[in-house]
């Protein structure tokens, strides 16, 4: 393994060198496996999203987008890296909307009814974490969420 760095006169300095820890480059057709070469394209992102939504499966979207740059070595991202994108953007959509949709909910309720309370809890990264709703029976609501 070598370490090195670049100066601002682009002179390359090896910073840091093991030659017990050396291994054969990565072949140039399995280079697209390392995390390093791996990257979604805000391109890529659009028509993964795009097509997803409407119910087209990963694994086809990802074939589609394989089969456009002439396979998967040129794509830039592994069928996982697809997968773990989709699975991501759902989970945010999921959390924003459920969370936007109860606050809402419960502002329409208090606006009409007087005597109902509520209040949420959110983490620093504004997560709804609790919420709880008290009606006019002195019925309570209680759901704890994420914990």
Avoid: C
């Amino acid at each position: 393994m070598v370490r090195f760095s670049i100066s601002e006169d682009v002179i390359w300095m090896v910073n840091k060198s093991i030659e017990s820890h050396n291994h054969e480059l990565a072949r140039s057709n399995d280079q697209h496996f390392l995390k390093s070469s791996r990257n979604i394209s805000d391109e890529n992102a659009s028509v993964l999203k795009s097509m997803s939504e409407p119910g087209i499966r990963t694994v086809n979207v990802f074939t589609y987008l394989s089969d456009e740059v002439g396979g998967v070595g040129n794509l830039g991202f592994t069928k996982r890296d697809a997968y773990n994108y989709i699975q991501k953007e759902r989970r945010a959509k999921i959390e924003n909307g459920d969370t936007n949709s109860l606050i809402r909910l419960f502002k329409e309720r208090a606006a009409d009814d007087n005597l109902f309370a509520w209040d949420v809890q959110t983490d620093e990264d504004d997560r709804l974490l609790n919420f709880f709703g008290l009606m006019d029976l002195g019925e309570l609501i209680m759901t704890a969420l994420g914990m």
